[in-house]
């Protein structure tokens, strides 16, 4: 209950970080505000366009009766639209991250600097670090996607379907979330995907501290741009958490669960 705890804390220091750093703040909201006029822009166009291209997609229903044809492409619209929302919602933090990579490494090592031994981070060029980051997030989708199907499979299951179910589902778009978000400070350390993945659930009760409480709050409309500044400088203070800079003795883990600082820079 320790960690959980913690990883609640970790979540309110990155939003009161932010807000003590009101520049930083500003900063981070750069790329949110970006993604967001992008996703809008496309699920407009998919709004004005989701009837022409469900027409076009089931010509064997020109024929059909009315009411018939219209109810069923109707909810032919409806499913291609929610898809489209659904996978918005999903991929929304995937992408802010890419397009803002600069923006939140640089808010990142600002949050190292502030708390004290900060790494170098690595010696790569912008378009390589771009490239891993992209393989990395499809990757984690991937992960989340499978997740999704599996859980809306249990979601027929009676009774648990409808309550532990749900519960689980929080749990793993928390855990993942904070994957995503940990990924700009373990990129600085040169932490490949599956070691990061490891260390995060060794302290799993820490991790879903911090991701379950940002995935409540990225439900709210428009709340997850505000809190995505936030977010990243919190991500950033797990990260130290969990690989304490050198020189920095570790803390005594909460949960028992042991992590030991690990520099992946040494061959």
Do not use: N
Request: charged residues 15%; hydrophobic residues 50%; proline residues 7%.
């Amino acid at each position: 209950m320790r960690d959980l705890a913690s990883g609640i804390r970790l979540f309110v220091d990155g939003q009161r970080w932010v807000l003590r750093h009101g520049r930083w703040f500003g900063f981070g909201l750069l790329p949110a505000l970006i993604t967001l006029v992008g996703y809008a822009g496309a699920l407009v166009a998919l709004a004005f366009w989701a009837d022409d291209a469900t027409a076009w997609a089931t010509p064997f229903a020109d024929d059909w009766d009315s009411p018939w044809r219209g109810l069923f492409r109707g909810l032919l619209t409806a499913v291609a639209f929610g898809g489209g929302l659904l996978l918005a919602v999903i991929s929304f933090t995937a992408v802010t991250l890419l397009v803002g990579q600069p923006f939140y490494e640089s808010l990142a090592e600002r949050v190292d600097v502030s708390e004290g031994g900060a790494p170098d981070g690595p010696d790569l060029p912008l378009w390589r670090e771009l490239l891993q980051s992209a393989r990395d997030s499809l990757r984690v989708l991937v992960r989340v996607a499978i997740w999704g199907v599996l859980l809306f499979a249990a979601g027929f299951i009676p009774v648990v379907g409808q309550t532990v179910v749900p519960a689980i589902g929080f749990c793993v778009s928390g855990y993942f979330l904070a994957l995503e978000l940990t990924g700009v400070a373990f990129q600085r350390r040169e932490v490949p995907l599956r070691e990061r993945m490891r260390m995060l659930r060794g302290r799993m009760a820490l991790t879903l501290g911090f991701g379950v409480p940002l995935i409540l709050c990225f439900l709210v409309p428009l709340v997850s741009v505000l809190l995505m500044p936030g977010a990243v400088a919190g991500a950033t203070l797990l990260v130290r958490s969990l690989m304490p800079p050198q020189g920095v003795p570790e803390p005594r883990p909460e949960s028992g669960a042991s992590v030991e600082p690990l520099d992946f820079r040494k061959p």
